[in-house]
């Protein structure tokens, strides 16, 4: 069965840095696009990047130019690199595949931004 699972989330301060991984396993990995969303409390759950089966990206307006997304084949690993961190990122964030008509989720893993 299709399983996604994140980690790397944790504490941070503004201006510092995290990297999220989600590593996948049930499906072929390297044919699917792939997503991170995130939720904070009180709001509802947004797309923050996603990247293509070849690679292509394309991210939220919030995080361009501080959030990079990317994928290792070989690995069935999606990363968010997340950088210059605010403290209106803290969220939790998900891993997202959509398969058919399907959307599968990650547990989450939670992600603060604080002093």
């Known amino acids: 069965q299709v399983q996604l699972v994140e980690s790397g989330g944790g504490l941070a301060q503004p201006g510092g840095s995290l990297r999220l991984s989600c590593v996948a396993s049930g499906f072929t990995f390297s044919r699917y696009p792939m997503r991170w969303y995130r939720q904070a409390p009180g709001k509802e759950r947004e797309l923050v990047a996603g990247?293509?089966?070849?690679?292509?990206?394309n991210s939220a307006d919030s995080v361009k130019g501080r959030f990079t997304i990317s994928r290792d084949n070989a690995k069935n690993t999606v990363y968010l690199q997340m950088n210059n961190l605010k403290p209106e990122d803290t969220a939790v964030y998900y891993c997202?595949?959509?398969?058919?008509?399907?959307?599968?989720w990650g547990q989450g893993t939670q992600v603060t931004v604080s002093s």
């Open positions: 990247i293509t089966s070849g690679g292509r990206t």
């Open positions: 997202n595949v959509g398969i058919w008509d399907k959307d599968y």
